[in-house]
Every structure is written in C-alpha cells, then in structure tokens.
C-alpha cells in the first residue's frame, strides 16, 4: 500500500495519472493547503520541501530494505514508481531512451512546471496593481515552453516517440489547464492534439476527477498581501520547525 499525499493541483495529478494507470493500492491522504497540512512534523518526516505531492511506500521494491520509503517532489517519485512496476519508462539499457526520459523530465520540472506556476500566481492570487507585467512575463514564458513542446510533437505521439510514459505525466497538467491560465493552444496544434489524446485516457480521466470538488478547487480567486514579510512567513515556520520551535 501507498500513503499518496495530495491536493488537486497539477503537480498533484501528475502522481494520480501514475498510480491510476499502473493500478496501483493507495491510501489517499488529503493535503489541505490553505490549513498549513503541509507543515505538519509526519507531512515534513516525507516532504521535507513542505510541498505536496508526496508517497509512503509500505511495501517498497528489492534493495530498498523492509522500512516504509518516503518519496518527494513528483518527478522522483514518477521515476520511483516506475522502477517499482517496471512501466512507462524505457529500460535502464536503452541509454539514449533513457537519457531522452531524464532531459524532459528535468525539461518540465525547469521550464514548464515553474513559469505555469509562476503565471497562475499572477492570474489568480496576485494584487492587481502589481498583476499585469507579471502576467505578461510569465504568459510570455509559458507560451515558449508550450513551443518547445509543439516541436517536439512534430510527427510524434508522445514526448518519447510512440510509447506513453511517465515524461508525458509529469508534462500534461500544466498543459491541460491552459486556458484557465489565460493561454491558448491554438498556436500549437500538436501540443492540443497530444492534450487530448491524454485525456481521453480513463486513467487521466480518474485522476483528474480525485477530490475534484475538494477544498482545494472551486474557491474562486484569492489575493495576498503583497508585502515580503508575507512572503517569507514561510521560509520562517520551516526554520522553526527545524530548530524544534514549531
């Protein structure tokens, strides 16, 4: 069994896609954002990044002991659980698939994965006198890394070529919300093409619907005070928690 430490979010649906799709047993453990879950000692014990999505592995593969083995940050625990099945990966000995998996893993936890998160900020929570170059920038950055993808799809499928794999898992959320990021994908035709190929996956479909109407979706726009003591408050409560004063 899996503890999977979640939220509806896209970095959360990239581990859904996964365990839904090996069929994989997981004990679903609700991550609530907006109540601080994130900074609980047996969340931090897992994640110490504070972040979600995180997995507990009770029933790890050889060579990793008999101890429940912690995994955080999606990409590492995407590759963990495919060593552990065996799927959505290339064997460890094609090197030149294997090394295609690692830049576009690396590729969406670098480009892609931050500017989308980075332009959601600036469309959703930022104060609105401080919102449009933000936005502007971050749509601008986010719409390259789109490119980069549209090129990639040329004559392909999926990311890897023919074969579905935990690289198009990690990459498919932040594309799927697109629009609600205030984007379009009718510049990139073979990145929509490849969105709903991915959806239309019962898996895709599963993992996306996982809390769906959770505390997490629904809510509307939230603002933040825009000062730094705001934002550091975090950066604080985890030296707190490290020096044992939390």
């Given at each position: 069994?899996?503890?999977?430490?979640?939220a509806?979010t896209?970095?959360g649906?990239k581990?859904?896609?996964?365990l839904?799709?090996?069929g994989?047993?997981?004990?679903?453990?609700?991550?609530?954002?907006?109540?601080?879950?994130?900074?609980?000692?047996?969340f931090?014990?897992?994640?110490?990044?504070?972040?979600m999505?995180?997995?507990?592995?009770?029933?790890?593969?050889?060579?990793?002991?008999?101890?429940?083995?912690?995994?955080?940050?999606?990409?590492?625990?995407?590759?963990?659980?495919a060593?552990?099945?065996?799927?959505?990966?290339?064997?460890?000995?094609?090197r030149l698939?294997?090394?295609?998996?690692?830049?576009?893993?690396?590729w969406?936890?670098?480009?892609?994965?931050?500017m989308g998160?980075?332009?959601?900020?600036?469309?959703?929570?930022?104060?609105?006198?401080?919102?449009?170059?933000?936005?502007?920038?971050?749509?601008?950055?986010?719409?390259?890394?789109?490119?980069?993808?549209?090129?990639?799809?040329?004559?392909?499928?999926?990311?890897?070529?023919?074969?579905?794999?935990?690289?198009?898992?990690?990459?498919?959320?932040?594309?799927?919300?697109?629009?609600p990021?205030?984007s379009?994908?009718?510049?990139?035709?073979?990145?929509?093409?490849?969105r709903?190929?991915?959806?239309?996956?019962?898996?895709?479909?599963?993992?996306?619907?996982?809390?769906?109407?959770?505390?997490?979706?629904?809510?509307?726009?939230?603002?933040?005070?825009?000062?730094?003591?705001?934002?550091?408050q975090?950066?604080?409560?985890?030296?707190?928690?490290?020096?044992g004063?939390?």
């Amino acid at each position: 069994m899996i503890d999977f430490h979640y939220a509806p979010t896209p970095n959360g649906w990239k581990v859904a896609i996964m365990l839904e799709e090996c069929g994989l047993d997981y004990d679903l453990k609700p991550v609530r954002l907006h109540e601080g879950d994130q900074f609980a000692p047996d969340f931090l014990a897992i994640s110490p990044n504070a972040k979600m999505p995180a997995i507990l592995d009770h029933a790890p593969a050889e060579g990793f002991g008999d101890a429940p083995v912690p995994v955080f940050e999606s990409a590492a625990i995407l590759l963990y659980l495919a060593e552990k099945t065996g799927r959505f990966a290339p064997p460890e000995a094609d090197r030149l698939a294997r090394k295609d998996l690692m830049e576009w893993l690396f590729w969406q936890t670098g480009s892609q994965g931050p500017m989308g998160g980075q332009l959601s900020h600036y469309r959703n929570y930022a104060p609105e006198a401080e919102r449009d170059y933000g936005f502007r920038r971050y749509l601008g950055e986010y719409e390259r890394t789109m490119a980069v993808l549209e090129n990639r799809l040329k004559d392909r499928d999926h990311i890897l070529g023919e074969a579905y794999s935990i690289a198009d898992m990690q990459a498919f959320p932040w594309a799927f919300i697109a629009k609600p990021l205030g984007s379009s994908l009718d510049r990139f035709p073979n990145v929509a093409e490849w969105r709903e190929r991915l959806k239309s996956r019962p898996a895709v479909r599963r993992a996306i619907d996982l809390m769906k109407d959770g505390q997490n979706r629904g809510e509307g726009k939230r603002t933040v005070d825009n000062d730094s003591g705001t934002f550091n408050q975090n950066a604080d409560r985890l030296l707190a928690i490290g020096r044992g004063e939390a």
